[in-house]
């Protein structure tokens, strides 16, 4: 059974401090991993990784990814209250690039 | 900019009603998927569809139907709701293997 763990499952931070989030995966027929952001509706698309230690970068998030170890970070350095949000971690597998999901990791960025 | 839409944001139902949710989509996608998302469980897989007629069980598509007849369309039908089908429920679309899938707002569900 394809497997995808996050953590932590909850963050409490401060405007200005740096979180970095976990997502470690245990899925058959990997394709790719990618990161979501959730706030009061749709999942928003982040960043999609499909090779190792090739970090990926958008303004003050950036994501990499260990195919060795299976799994991946999420960094947000100087955390302003708009990063509040439920992100989410996916494994793609397969031809069709069906995901599996973590739990997703609540973050409150506190001013 | 990929646009999904699902037909409604929040839906109360009864018990053993047949329950229709929609999910249209403007990219030509060829993958379209409904998941349901319930707090402390995430984001669950229902049914997917890699083209039109297709379809193939997700992870969780016990009470639950779909129907593809156009591209662009995709619809998820509970036959006979029941109260645990209370949800969040998100339809997504995605092109193949190397983009993204594409989220729409989601439909709240509550089967009173």
Not at chain 1, 6 to 27: A, F, I, M, R, W
Not at chain 1, 29 to 54: C, D, H, V
Not at chain 1, 56 to 73: A, H, M, V
């Amino acid at each position: 059974e394809d497997k995808v763990v996050q953590s932590p499952l909850s963050l409490v931070v401060h405007e200005g401090d740096t979180v970095t989030l976990n997502c470690s995966y245990e899925v058959t027929n990997f394709r790719s991993l990618l990161w979501y952001k959730q706030e009061k509706k749709a999942p928003t698309f982040l960043f999609m990784l499909t090779s190792s230690g090739i970090e990926k970068k958008s303004g003050r998030l950036s994501s990499i990814l260990d195919k060795k170890e299976l799994f991946s970070i999420l960094n947000i350095t100087a955390t302003q209250t708009g990063d509040s949000a439920v992100y989410l971690c996916a494994a793609a597998t397969g031809a069709n690039s069906k995901l599996t999901f973590g739990k997703g990791i609540t973050l409150s960025v506190r001013p | 900019d990929v646009k999904v839409t699902q037909s409604s944001r929040y839906l109360v139902k009864r018990t053993g009603e047949k329950v229709f949710l929609e999910c249209v989509q403007d990219m030509d996608h060829e993958n379209m998927f409904w998941y349901r998302q319930d707090p402390g469980l995430g984001l669950r897989l229902i049914y997917f569809s890699y083209d039109v007629k297709m379809k193939e069980k997700g992870d969780i598509p016990e009470g639950y139907s779909v129907s593809r007849e156009k591209k662009e369309r995709f619809s998820l039908i509970l036959e006979s709701a029941s109260t645990n089908q209370t949800s969040m429920y998100l339809c997504a679309s995605g092109s193949d293997s190397n983009q993204p899938q594409h989220f729409g707002d989601g439909t709240r569900l509550s089967i009173l």
